[in-house]
């Protein structure tokens, strides 16, 4: 039996803020915003996964900002740091794990790392692995 993780439910205060993030300055196609009620539920879905990111009003219990260490993959983490700049997103350097901790540069396949945060101070992390053939 697969077990599939479909969607993440990130806690925010600010709906557009968030969707305009989401949607316009990481560049994740917007798959629906609805309001339901008293409920709006926005859904992003990064590109080429099979899980989306979910966040609005009367859907995630948790407080804004609380979630850390939510991580994306990319092949490449020099074009994905260039994308967030370009979109405006605070981005860290590329780091890596050297000998001592963390080491600004790339590290290779699954030791390249690149972290930034949302408006409301949800903590993500993006890991670069191998190119599939």
Request: hydrophobic share 40%.
């Amino acid at each position: 039996m697969d077990w599939k993780l479909e969607v993440v439910v990130v806690p925010v205060s600010d709906v557009d803020r968030a969707k305009e993030f989401y949607a316009e300055k990481l560049g994740f196609p917007l798959d629906h915003d609805v309001v339901r009620g008293d409920m709006r539920i926005v859904q992003v879905t990064p590109p080429g996964s099979g899980c989306s990111i979910v966040f609005g009003v009367g859907v995630a219990p948790g407080e804004p900002g609380t979630f850390k260490g939510l991580q994306l993959v990319v092949t490449d983490i020099e074009a994905a740091h260039a994308h967030l700049v370009a979109g405006g997103v605070e981005v860290s350097p590329v780091r890596h794990m050297g000998e001592g901790g963390w080491e600004d540069g790339p590290g290779g396949d699954w030791n390249s790392f690149v972290f930034f945060d949302d408006p409301d101070g949800n903590s993500w992390t993006v890991q670069q692995s191998p190119a599939k053939a």
